[in-house]
């Protein structure tokens, strides 16, 4: 195309990116490959290489431009004095008459396209050396939106040109090496999306902090889509499990957390700004900004544009606020994750905990220390000091030179795929983003860790911890004979550790998401007329809002926190424990204290299956109930396996399978197992009998014990005499593990004995157990140990 200055965007593709740049071939690639697949993109037309580089030789500005970089890089001038001359040179030219011509011509037949004599259109900035594989480029020129008729036009086309020299661009091309004319623009004009009147955000095909490669994640905000690539709001965050979505009987939806949303971007009316930004209404933050379907929609469109391109991609998208129609607006390769290994990380642990003084989102999975740098404005940036932790309320391109320079970064606002988050991941430097109060709380001067070795909630604590790193080589990991699973209880660290090759999640605790993620008493939200305390109604409301039916608000967080465990282990079993919370931890639930009665020794109390046919708890159960049918029938996750606790006597176990049944979990049917914790006395007496209304077993090596020996687990005094490896319980746990083998069911273990007692998982192996379960951080020093007790044994 080197004598052609005006292209349509349908007539380039991916080959064309020397001509038009990565952004505007990508856009042509999407709009003429991916029709087929339901994938909208505004129509468009792009300017070429040839016409910047015409432009620049027609107004002899080359050796202005070389002149300016030469006295930056001699520090004759600075980066700011540099960069506003080569602009000034720039804006001071003229286009050529050809060129201005066709640029013009395409105009008016985009607006002929569009339906209107005036076209609203958006002017996007494309460098040649943009959004390659290995420099994201994000953010480094800038887009003007809303513009309209010509004049406008022209001048947004000069002031796309002058943004090849920014200050932040010249910086970061000085960081990779990029010759400054060796790159070249191409300018991307394409209808606007009324998404001022409707909604935007970001969108990619593999999960960004943890690099789990089939989950979609969306990042979406009201109005125009800047706000969340700038970070300066926290967006709403969906997660969607890629290989379910081929199946339209599933809503594989593994996440939906409400962002703050407090402000958003819309057109100006009248005045030199095109935009302004606007506080939202209290509806609009409260609610979500996609409907199920619409999230379902944009994850295809991402499996479909991932496919086409063969690897990761990071995307925006809008929805038309006047047709409620969605876009794609941007497709560009993912550019930090695609470049990990999948067998070769490291692994950080917090030796000691200090005081928490700020959270958010984690970007990256890092820990570092330093003493905190707070700057507020961009004008303070030569303020930071090498390697001090940045703390600020967000950051956008111009912070680039200072965040790269930084051990660690903590900002107020922003989300996963804002600007901090996106940088930080490239630079390959941790950081705590949307945290809300960084900038309040955390002072100058003062020494603070901030830990992203969670998942995907980053803290940040006062003081100097110290901590370890630990460097992982799965392929050096022997093969076991016996399943190795682990145990999950939070879904936000679920996605943490998918590179471990774990047969499945034996043991996946579904108290967790009920006292941190709904945090109310199930029976609270079925009669909040009967919770006591003002306060904790009030709470009620508050957490629920948006929900008409109280009761979908605990079924809905149940199941998504649950698909998220079940994801990354997918199609491998997921054993999902029914909830086992003793009546004391109940009732510290909001709401709780209202439904529970307080007993002396609520371990040995109203728990587990007992809880599930009583009319105390049977509504509530019914719950839990739902939730686990819809993971299953709805989200598509038919590897959750559901696990009984607790349960006492036969009579018990078929009560409990009888209601089950009654609220649509049948054994058998869909496919679905039944699983009993093996953890009293009586289970292992009438293991064969349980073994016929069960599919199989797992071991609860502590209550077992406790139970076994007479020996309180929690008390101090007899913790000497509290060893699972004691010939009473080993002896019991021979006769279950012998018992369920003669009944034809599997049988595992689920607890920390393995790990921390070699000896121990010798004997597990020694009596033919079929799976161990453990906790995460000690799968990999376990599973040799398990290895060399095969090897023992054999």
Same mark, same amino acid.
């Given at each position: ?340 290994? %999948?067998?070769?990380? !490291? &692994? ?7 005081? @928490?003084?700020? +959270? /958010?989102?984690?970007? *990256? $999975? ?69 945290? %809300?109060?960084?900038? !309040? &709380? ?7 860790? @901030?830990?992203? +070795? /969670?998942?995907?909630? *980053? $803290? ?335």
């Amino acid at each position: 195309m080197t004598d052609v200055h005006v292209v349509w965007l349908e007539d380039v593709g991916m080959g064309d990116v020397p001509s038009v740049g990565g952004k505007n071939a990508s856009l042509g690639e999407l709009t003429r490959s991916l029709l087929a697949s339901g994938v909208r993109v505004p129509e468009g037309f792009a300017t070429t290489a040839a016409a910047y580089r015409a432009f620049i030789a027609a107004n002899g500005l080359e050796p202005g431009i070389r002149a300016a970089i030469d006295e930056y890089r001699a520090g004759r001038k600075t980066l700011r004095e540099s960069g506003e001359a080569v602009r000034e040179l720039i804006l001071g030219g003229q286009f050529p008459p050809d060129i201005a011509a066709d640029i013009r011509e395409h105009y008016r037949a985009l607006s002929k396209r569009t339906g209107h004599g005036t076209a609203s259109v958006a002017v996007r900035s494309s460098a040649t050396a943009e959004d390659l594989p290995d420099a994201s480029f994000a953010g480094q020129q800038e887009t003007f939106l809303n513009i309209a008729g010509e004049r406008e036009l022209m001048e947004a086309c000069r002031r796309c040109y002058a943004s090849l020299f920014t200050d932040r661009a010249i910086s970061y091309r000085e960081i990779k090496g990029f010759d400054h004319l060796e790159v070249a623009l191409s300018i991307g004009v394409q209808r606007m999306v009324r998404s001022d009147l409707g909604a935007s955000g970001v969108m990619f095909s593999i999960d960004t902090e943890s690099g789990f490669p089939r989950s979609v994640l969306i990042s979406a905000a009201w109005g125009l889509g800047e706000t969340v690539v700038q970070g300066s709001i926290n967006p709403d965050k969906y997660q969607v499990f890629k290989p379910l979505l081929s199946n339209p009987r599933f809503v594989p939806i593994i996440e939906k957390t409400l962002g703050a949303k407090e402000r958003k971007m819309v057109y100006s009316r009248g005045g030199h700004a095109r935009t302004r930004t606007v506080d939202t209404s209290d509806q609009e933050r409260r609610s979500f900004v996609l409907t199920d379907s619409e999230i379902v929609t944009l994850a295809r469109w991402a499996v479909a544009v991932e496919d086409h391109y063969g690897r990761p991609m990071d995307m925006e998208w809008a929805r038309d606020g006047s047709t409620g129609e969605l876009f794609m607006v941007q497709a560009r390769p993912e550019t930090v994750q695609a470049r990990r290994s %999948g067998s070769v990380f !490291s &692994v950080y642990h917090l030796r000691e905990r200090g005081r @928490l003084l700020a +959270a /958010g989102a984690a970007v *990256g $999975e890092a820990i570092a220390h330093g003493v905190s740098c707070v700057i507020r404005d961009a004008k303070d940036i030569d303020n930071f000091r090498d390697g001090d932790i940045l703390v600020t309320r967000m950051t956008d391109p111009d912070w680039v030179p200072i965040m790269q320079r930084a051990a660690g970064i903590v900002t107020d606002h922003g989300g996963p795929t804002s600007h901090a988050a996106i940088v930080s991941r490239e630079l390959g430097v941790p950081a705590v983003v949307g945290t %809300g109060n960084g900038t !309040s &709380v955390l002072e100058d001067g003062k020494p603070i860790t @901030l830990s992203c +070795a /969670g998942g995907e909630d *980053g $803290e940040v604590y006062e003081g100097t911890l110290a901590f370890d790193v630990e460097d992982v080589d799965l392929g050096a990991l022997p093969e076991t004979r016996t399943a190795v699973m682990v145990n999950i209880a939070s879904p936000s660290a679920a996605f943490q550790w998918w590179r471990l090759p774990a047969a499945g999640v034996g043991l996946a605790r579904m108290e967790f998401i009920i006292s941190n993620l709904i945090r109310i008493h199930p029976m609270a939200l079925i009669h909040p007329e009967r919770v006591k305390d003002p306060g904790e109604a009030d709470r009620i409301r508050e957490l629920t809002y948006g929900y008409d039916d109280l009761k979908e608000y605990f079924v809905d967080v149940l199941a998504t926190g649950i698909g998220k465990i079940a994801a990354p282990y997918h199609p491998h079993p997921v054993i999902v424990r029914l909830s086992d919370f003793k009546s004391n931890e109940y009732a510290h639930l909001i709401g709780g204290g209202s439904f529970e009665v307080a007993e002396e020794n609520p371990m040995l109390g109203f728990r587990g299956a007992s809880r599930y046919y009583h009319e105390r708890y049977r509504e509530g159960f019914a719950l839990e109930c739902r939730a686990l049918k819809r993971v299953r029938e709805q989200l598509g996750f038919a590897n959750v396996v559901v696990m009984v606790p607790f349960c006492r006597t036969l009579q018990e176990a078929d009560m409990v399978i009888r209601v089950m049944a009654e609220n649509g979990l049948v054994r058998g049917e869909e496919g679905l197992q039944l699983y009993m914790m093996c953890e009293i006395p009586s289970n292992v007496i009438l293991a064969t009998e349980f073994a016929r209304r069960f599919d199989g077993f797992s071991i609860g090596s502590n209550d077992l014990t406790q139970l076994v020996l007479g020996v309180d687990r929690d008390s101090e005094q007899l913790a000497e005499l509290f060893d699972e490896r004691d010939e009473a319980v080993t002896s019991m746990i021979a006769q279950v593990i012998g018992k369920a083998h003669a009944a034809g069911i599997r049988i595992g273990i689920c607890g920390q004995g393995p790990s921390n007692h070699p000896d121990f998982a010798q004997f597990l192996v020694s009596q033919g157990i079929d799976s161990i379960s453990l906790n995460p951080d000690t799968y990999l020093r376990t599973v040799p140990v398990i290895a060399a007790a095969e090897k023992s044994a054999s």
